[in-house]
């Protein structure tokens, strides 16, 4: 059984009378300790679909199941009691401005009925997880935007739950501080064995962190599966789109108009040799590198290249056939994204 389950998801909102459906027959199974991502567009269901989990929004159909029970079966006080395994942080960091850093990480502690000193006790043990006990009476305007979020984070791991959900968490963050968050959520998974969710529309975030992906376009979940195998070998558009996304993975490399893009992703196999080369001596045709670059995925380096093929169809199809015998993985770029 697995931790999280969603069967046959379907929300529907009504706006300006018209009925939009963000989430439209979702299923998806997350496994315990498993970091998992959910990636798509702005507007694509996914900050739906995580508040769904646990119930902020409540579906038209399907079910969530946590743990084997499903939320839609409990009581208003069974669900607040079952929200306790669910953690979240946002990317607006949702701190009260009036508290400082320590009694922001006691609210929900004091909700729950714990008595002040064991609330602030453990508060303490939440800062020093998340390396920011010397900020314990500073207030949210002192802090910076990764510190802000560090607060979150150990707010929400206050009760102890065994779900973390993190809806674009790191997308106010620059990247420096964004790589610095998703190290702590690593090693809080690892320490804690914490399921974590993350919502994000940066692939770069999935790559690093997750081990799972579904993507997710206009409510539908049209892509799911292991990350690696998904930035390798992806199958839909929208995949595609957001894994060759021009200014997340190439910038400052402009991509170049070409009649035919495609994508070549360097295996431990095709690593050392020179490809490129090899097709312009045996082809004697002008391939452009369009755009190129290194990639931290599930703890390997993956090395990825854009080139614009020259226009002759037949050579297009050969160049393309002896990439594909030296174990290179090619896919089609639409769009010159």
Excluded: W
């Excluded at 939440?126 to 390396?131: K, M, S």
Aim: net charge neutral; with cysteine.
């Amino acid at each position: 059984m697995s931790e999280i389950e969603i069967r046959n998801l379907t929300k529907r909102f009504e706006a300006g009378g018209h009925t939009i459906t963000a989430l439209d027959d979702v299923n998806l199974n997350i496994e315990k300790g498993e970091i998992y991502g959910i990636i798509g567009m702005s507007g694509a269901g996914k900050s739906t679909l995580v508040r769904s989990i646990n119930f902020l929004e409540v579906p038209n159909e399907g079910r969530v199941l946590i743990d084997g029970t499903d939320l839609s079966k409990l009581s208003s006080k069974e669900l607040r009691i079952k929200r306790q395994d669910i953690g979240m942080i946002f990317q607006g960091f949702n701190l009260l401005e009036q508290k400082n850093v320590i009694d922001n990480v006691c609210f929900p502690l004091e909700i729950s009925g714990m008595k002040k000193k064991k609330a602030r006790e453990r508060a303490r043990e939440l800062l020093a997880t998340v390396n920011l006990s010397e900020k314990e009476k500073s207030y949210p305007s002192q802090l910076s935007g990764g510190q802000k979020q560090r607060v979150a984070i150990a707010r929400a791991l206050a009760t102890n739950p065994k779900i973390l959900l993190c809806d674009e968490a790191t997308s106010a963050l620059d990247p420096q501080t964004t790589a610095s968050i998703l190290n702590l959520l690593k090693e809080i998974n690892a320490k804690l064995n914490i399921t974590i969710v993350v919502i994000t529309h940066q692939m770069s975030v999935i790559t690093d962190i997750c081990t799972r992906v579904a993507i997710i376009e206009n409510g539908k979940l049209v892509e799911e599966g292991k990350v690696e195998e998904i930035f390798d070998d992806p199958k839909t558009d929208i995949a595609k789109e957001l894994i060759s996304n021009k200014k997340e993975s190439y910038s400052p490399v402009d991509i170049l108009n070409a009649e035919r893009v495609i994508r070549i992703v360097f295996s431990e196999n095709s690593a050392f040799e020179p490809v490129i080369s090899n097709v312009i001596l045996k082809y004697n045709a002008p391939i452009n590198i369009l755009g190129a670059n290194t990639r931290n995925v599930g703890g390997k380096a993956k090395g990825e290249i854009l080139l614009g093929l020259p226009e002759d169809e037949q050579l297009q199809h050969d160049i393309i056939a002896y990439l594909k015998e030296r174990k290179l993985t090619v896919t089609e770029v639409k769009d010159n994204v």
